[in-house]
């Protein structure tokens, strides 16, 4: 399984991010094990929740881990069938132990 986690930083020590779309970067696990760093290329504009969902898409991620999911985001993710879970006030390695 191929998970993408919303960051507020870029390694595994960072928080997992309150809000999806515009999380600062993007920690991609195949299994446990990290796999890529992405830092949001949609941090700024609109329609982040909508672009980030596609990214995610093209870098067949199943499941995404976030504080917050928009609506937009939520749409986008359910029609590339990409599932989500909200983890809140924990890190990124934390996060991934608990999938």
Do not use: W, Y
Request: glycine share 10%; charged share 25%.
């Amino acid at each position: 399984m191929k998970i993408a986690i919303a960051s507020s930083g870029k390694d595994i020590k960072s928080k997992v991010s309150p809000i999806s779309g515009r999380a600062e970067f993007f920690l991609i696990f195949e299994g446990k094990k990290l796999v890529k760093t992405i830092k949001n290329p949609f941090l700024f504009g609109g329609g982040a929740g909508t672009s980030v969902a596609q990214m995610l898409c093209n870098e067949k991620v199943n499941l995404v881990v976030a504080g917050h999911f928009g609506d937009k985001m939520i749409s986008a993710l359910e029609k590339n069938k990409i599932k989500r879970r909200v983890m809140k006030d924990i890190s990124v390695s934390e996060a991934i132990k608990l999938i």
